[in-house]
């Protein structure tokens, strides 16, 4: 009786490689036998798992790619705007300057001279 068991384990061990190269030929893939294997079908939660993480890693990097061109966009609204805030500095500091403001009443002819005496202060006491 234990001869018979022998044989049969090795019998069914033949049987399972068989299968197994069946199932790892390329027509074992198309025939769809290879996800029926009971392995692949207790690994199928694993497999899903790990496509899980791979959509969340493509969503991730997409949405890390969109934050880095809107900063990138925002850093260059940046710089046009420090040196447009610049440039008006720059110019209402030579508009102030008392030649410009004396040539620009002169030119929009509004009637105004300059002072030729300098200010004096006004001293108010204070009564008690």
């Known amino acids: 009786m234990t001869d018979?068991?022998?044989?049969i384990e090795?019998?069914?061990e033949t049987q399972?490689?068989?299968?197994?190269?069946r199932v790892g030929t390329l027509k074992g893939l198309l025939a769809g036998s290879l996800l029926t294997r009971e392995r692949v079908v207790r690994q199928l939660p694993y497999?899903?798992?790990?496509?899980?993480?791979?959509?969340?890693?493509i969503g991730n990097r997409y949405n890390a790619e969109k934050i880095v061109r809107?900063?990138?966009?925002?850093?260059?609204?940046?710089r046009e705007l420090r040196a447009k805030a610049i440039s008006t500095s720059a110019e209402?500091?030579?508009?102030?300057?008392?030649?410009?403001?004396?040539?620009?009443?002169?030119?929009?002819d509004l009637?105004?001279?300059?002072?030729?005496?300098?200010?004096?202060?006004?001293?108010?006491?204070?009564?008690?």
């Open 47 to 57: 497999i899903l798992f790990l496509t899980l993480l791979a959509f969340i890693y």
């Open 70 to 78: 809107e900063n990138s966009k925002l850093q260059d609204e940046v």
């Open 4 to 7: 018979k068991r022998k044989n």
């Open 92 to 108: 209402l500091m030579h508009l102030s300057k008392q030649s410009e403001v004396i040539r620009l009443i002169r030119q929009k």
């Open 111 to 128: 009637g105004l001279e300059e002072s030729v005496t300098p200010p004096r202060k006004i001293v108010v006491d204070k009564e008690d």
């Open 10 to 12: 090795f019998i069914d």
């Open 16 to 21: 399972e490689r068989k299968e197994l190269k």
